[in-house]
């Protein structure tokens, strides 16, 4: 780095963390904003899809076994029995949001345990048929169908059982995944989509006001007619501006690390960050680094086109567009293996590189080729910016 390079990257510095309100947005706030975002929305979720345990449900049957009743009796609900003249208008009572609502309504044939006991597959006779109704749009309604369905599949097991499956032992796991399995599956369907997100939004958030925003306060004018050589300039922007980007696209991924239990209301079981090693994340550091600086070339180029803050930020929106549509590609492809052509497409490859690190199927020879493209982008675009720093149209 020339001595022209680093005057312009301490320039921006100073600007950057000398103003501690642009440090505060652009860096603390993503991955505050994430993180309590996040958690809230997982603690919404799990209030929305979730029963209070002291919750009593109450369910209407018809023609209740006894031989049953000490199951049911179990789940702790409020039974009424009913005759099979009211199970009809009963039915308004699944949709109500009065005191009189109910959560099901199970209506079992006459003397169902007799015609149970006495019925053979071989007579060709329809088998006895328990109806239960209730509400799916109500969370309370389906978990207590759940339990009913339940309470009767056990019945039913216990009256006819030729075999089981998967039947329960404290000193036998059926589902032979890893935690290091599990962890490369879900990280490599939803990191890189994440990462990719954060990462250029970290740059719009920043690049723009760097180029777009001098040009528009009138300071670049004063910038380019110091000696200092354009192409200094133009790399000393990208550098620093690659530097403040990396910081709050970190900052963002912290954030949702850390809401990660509450998003996924307390589930985490099977994942754990630590599988990953040193190697690992030395390539993760190098795919994301060289990512951040073609996102950062990208939008100089950008802002350098554009005539204001607000115009770049329009111009730059078709590009997020685009990298949401590539991110996506992360959660389809499932960690598959990515191949040399894969591996020179710029972005896409940053998408297959971070998803095959993440779920340990990579090849490191594909990732250098990766980073080595973007590192090529970058400098295409470093040379496009200082031409347009030279042209004095485009700059005033």
Same mark, same amino acid.
């Given at each position: ?192 989509? +994440?990462?990719? &997100?954060?990462? !250029?939004? *970290?740059? @719009?958030?920043?690049? #723009?006001?760097?180029?777009? $925003?001098?040009? =528009? ?29 990396? +910081?709050?696209? &970190?900052?963002? !991924?912290? *954030?949702? @690390?850390?809401?990660? #239990?509450?998003?996924?209301? $307390?589930?985490? =079981? ?127």
């Amino acid at each position: 780095m020339n001595k022209d390079v680093f005057t312009i990257v301490k320039k921006e510095f100073t600007r950057f963390f000398g103003d501690k309100r642009l440090f505060f947005s652009s860096v603390i706030m993503p991955g505050l904003l994430i993180f309590v975002m996040y958690s809230i929305m997982g603690k919404g979720l799990m209030k929305s899809f979730s029963v209070s345990d002291d919750y009593v449900s109450k369910i209407y049957v018809e023609n209740m076994p006894e031989e049953l009743n000490d199951n049911f009796n179990a789940l702790g609900t409020d039974i009424t029995e009913i005759t099979d003249e009211q199970v009809d208008e009963s039915k308004a009572l699944l949709l109500d949001d009065g005191s009189d609502k109910i959560d099901a309504i199970i209506v079992f044939p006459q003397d169902f345990i007799k015609v149970v006991n006495s019925y053979e597959i071989s007579d060709g006779n329809e088998a006895p048929n328990v109806k239960i109704f209730y509400n799916s749009a109500n969370t309370k309604s389906s978990r207590i169908y759940s339990l009913i369905v339940s309470i009767l599949d056990e019945y039913e097991a216990s009256i006819s059982n030729k075999f089981d499956i998967n039947k329960l032992a404290e000193d036998e796991s059926y589902d032979q995944a890893t935690e290091k399995e599990t962890t490369g599956m879900l990280f490599s369907m939803i990191m890189p989509m +994440l990462l990719l &997100i954060f990462l !250029f939004t *970290g740059c @719009m958030s920043i690049a #723009p006001d760097a180029i777009a $925003g001098e040009k =528009e306060r009138g300071t670049i004018a004063t910038l380019l007619v110091t000696p200092v050589k354009r192409s200094s300039i133009a790399l000393g922007k990208i550098i620093s501006l690659s530097v403040f980007s990396l +910081l709050s696209g &970190i900052s963002s !991924f912290l *954030g949702t @690390m850390l809401s990660m #239990p509450a998003l996924m209301g $307390g589930n985490t =079981e099977g994942l754990n960050a630590s599988v990953y090693s040193a190697k690992d994340y030395i390539l993760l550091f190098l795919i994301i680094i060289s990512t951040v600086l073609m996102f950062v070339s990208i939008l100089a180029v950008v802002s350098a086109f554009a005539k204001s803050v607000k115009e770049a930020g329009t111009l730059v929106l078709p590009f997020m567009l685009l990298i949401i549509g590539i991110g996506l590609s992360s959660m389809m492809g499932g960690g598959s293996s990515m191949t040399a052509l894969d591996s020179v497409i710029p972005i896409y490859g940053t998408v297959k590189c971070l998803s095959g690190i993440f779920a340990f199927n990579y090849n490191i020879a594909y990732i250098f080729i990766a980073v080595g493209m973007n590192i090529a982008v970058t400098c295409a675009l470093t040379y496009v910016l200082t031409k347009m720093f030279n042209n004095e149209k485009i700059m005033f």
